[in-house]
């Protein structure tokens, strides 16, 4: 079964992506597994850079700042690069491949299998939007990291 999923990219310009099954799409980013049922919504791409820690300094556990890169690169600096999406109940999800996130960010991020969320988290609003979020506040909590072969996915 043929999956669509839709990535906006900067200046307007539209890419369908057509993702067969769980292939790659770029350096171990991956459309998610599911496909969705032909009455549900259709799944949005954003690849953003994730900067992790809390406040200004961007110190700590949790989420600093989110932003769209606007389709596939790598990542600068100590941003991880990941896949952001709604999902078909509503709820944010977080893919970062594990060539894109350092060793370093993983072991202080992701301990025991948990992603701590300290302070609620606002999606910018410009990519809630491009992504079709209802809900762009992603509250604080643990929540469960999953890890598969190439990647971590987390479910807010």
């Not at 072991?107 to 701590?116: D, L, N, V």
């Not at 939007?129 to 479910?155: C, F, K, L, N, W």
Request: charged content about 15%.
């Amino acid at each position: 079964m043929k999956k669509y999923v839709l990535s906006l990219r900067p200046l307007g310009v539209l890419t369908l992506l057509i993702a067969l099954g769980f292939g790659p799409l770029n350096g171990g980013l991956r459309a998610p597994a599911t496909a969705a049922p032909s009455s549900a919504k259709m799944t949005v791409l954003a690849t953003v850079s994730v900067h992790f820690g809390r406040g200004p300094s961007c110190v700590g556990r949790g989420i600093c700042s989110v932003s769209d890169v606007g389709g596939l690169s790598s990542p600068t600096g100590s941003a991880a690069l990941g896949l952001l999406w709604s999902d078909q109940e509503d709820h944010l999800q977080l893919q970062i491949a594990k060539g894109n996130i350092s060793v370093e960010q993983k072991e202080a991020q992701f301990i025991g299998g948990q992603f701590k969320v300290i302070d609620a988290f606002e999606i910018p609003p410009g990519l809630a939007t491009q992504i079709g979020a209802i809900q762009s506040t992603i509250p604080p909590g643990d929540y469960v990291v999953t890890e598969h072969t190439d990647h971590y996915q987390i479910r807010f």
